[in-house]
Nanobody, 118 residues
Framework: QVQLVESGGRLVQPGGSLKLSCVAS????????MGWYRQAPGKERELVAF???????RYADPVKGRFTISRDRSKNTVYLEMTGLKPEDTAIYYC????????????WGQGTQVTVSS
């Protein structure tokens, strides 16, 4: 079974930067898209950024121009570079992946907490 492990979440002040990483194990199984979702207290989990197997990238409107997703296929790793962080970015950030040809991610990491506060 594919497993995803996120890292990099921490407390950061508004305007700061942070880089999250996610490593996928059992990559002998087919992994198509990989990306990031987040869930803030009292809110539903929402898309942050996602890169499909065909290289197409989607960003949620609130993070466009501030966050950058990248994928290193040789390392089975996806990154999320975050700049200009705002308090509303505070959430648990989850790595997600598509195992096989599926419409929605079906593999999830345990989450890493990002807190933006002064």
């Amino acid at each position: 079974q594919v497993q995803l492990v996120e890292s990099g979440g921490r407390l950061v002040q508004p305007g700061g930067s942070l880089k999250l990483s996610c490593v996928a194990s059992r990559t002998e199984f087919t992994i198509y898209g990989m990306g990031w979702y987040r869930q803030a207290p009292g809110k539903e989990r929402e898309l942050v950024a996602f890169t499909e197997s065909g290289r197409a990238i989607r960003y949620a409107d609130p993070v466009k121009g501030r966050f950058t997703i990248s994928r290193d296929r040789s390392k089975n790793t996806v990154y999320l570079e975050m700049t200009g962080l705002k308090p509303e970015d505070t959430a648990i950030y989850y790595c997600a992946a598509k195992h096989g040809i599926v419409a929605k991610p079906n593999i999830w990491g345990q989450g890493t907490q990002v807190t933006v506060s002064s």
